[in-house]
């Protein structure tokens, strides 16, 4: 659906995608803290709750957008269509980017206005060592390998539950937290709370998730093989986007006895090949 999708539309999705799971994120993190002192049973509380959020997320928004919420997830889409696959162009990628940062951090405000916090405040947790830029690294690479991944053997339909699933996984299994998305991190850097980041300590993250991003592209072409090509119609689909299953609609004016095209619809162009959520995502 992205390929009859115009652009400001997708790029409001994105925007509005990511807020939405700031608010989960950074809101779940506020109530468990408050709901108890024990920090794994607040871990438990925050993760379970990002990841159905996030999957929710990436359901809803997927079929507009893709649901990338993830500037990695977005750089990798255009890597593929730089190297003659699928994916977003330059001005597309630019535009979701955007979109993204602004969604996090008007998430994130929303998420402390909520809670009755007061909004904009620095997060002063400082998040340091090289062993959580490691974390960064499998928990994006990871990330981008489960994506792409699942659009590269056409199991699309299953992104938003893997996503969901890894995620809440990740924020257990990696010594960061399974930051795993630049926008996110910039976002949690406005809340001072259980998920945030403080300032200083986003250079290290923000540029672990970069390398991550690249580390899992390179997974998928050494299991997968090398990008797909020729059959991209621009703008291609995300692969966070959910694939439609309906016929292909009718013009009213269309000649009874026309010759079948020999094009690919834009639909079955627009297969994903890179990309979501999503997320994702993407906590």
């Not at 809101?27 to 408050?34: L, P, R, T």
């Not at 079929?63 to 699928?86: C, D, F, I, K």
């Not at 996503?163 to 809440?168: D, E, F, Q, T």
Request: charged share 10%; proline share 6%.
């Amino acid at each position: 659906m992205t390929a009859r999708t115009s652009l400001p539309r997708r790029a409001a999705a994105e925007l509005i995608g990511t807020a939405g799971l700031l608010v989960v994120v950074i809101g779940s993190g506020i109530q468990s803290a408050q709901l108890s002192v024990d920090s794994g049973v607040a871990l438990l509380a925050n993760s379970l709750a990002s990841g159905i959020g996030l999957g929710l997320i990436i359901t809803l928004f997927g079929p507009l957008s893709g649901a990338h919420l993830n500037p990695v997830v977005t750089l990798t889409s255009w890597w593929a269509r730089r190297t003659g696959g699928e994916g977003l162009g330059g001005r597309d990628a630019l535009a979701y980017t955007a979109a993204q940062l602004v969604g996090a951090v008007g998430g994130a405000v929303l998420a402390e206005t909520m809670f009755g916090r007061t909004p904009g405040v620095f997060a002063t947790q400082v998040r340091d060592g090289g062993h959580l830029l490691i974390g960064e690294v499998v928990a994006t690479a990871g990330l981008v390998l489960v994506i792409q991944g699942l659009g590269r053997t056409g199991r699309q339909r299953f992104v938003p539950v893997a996503v969901a699933a890894y995620i809440a996984a990740a924020i257990w299994f990696t010594s960061s937290g399974s930051f795993a998305n630049p926008a996110a991190t910039v976002g949690r850097s406005f809340s001072d709370s259980f998920t945030g980041i403080a300032p200083q300590s986003l250079p290290g993250f923000v540029g672990a998730q970069l390398v991550g991003g690249v580390l899992g592209v390179g997974l998928v072409g050494l299991l997968y093989g090398g990008t797909r090509t020729g059959r991209v119609t621009a703008p291609a689909e995300p692969a966070g986007a959910l694939p439609e299953t309906g016929p292909p609609p009718h013009t009213a004016d269309a000649e009874p006895d026309a010759e079948p095209t020999t094009e690919p619809d834009a639909e079955r162009s627009a297969e994903a090949g890179t990309g979501t959520a999503a997320v994702p995502a993407v906590s």
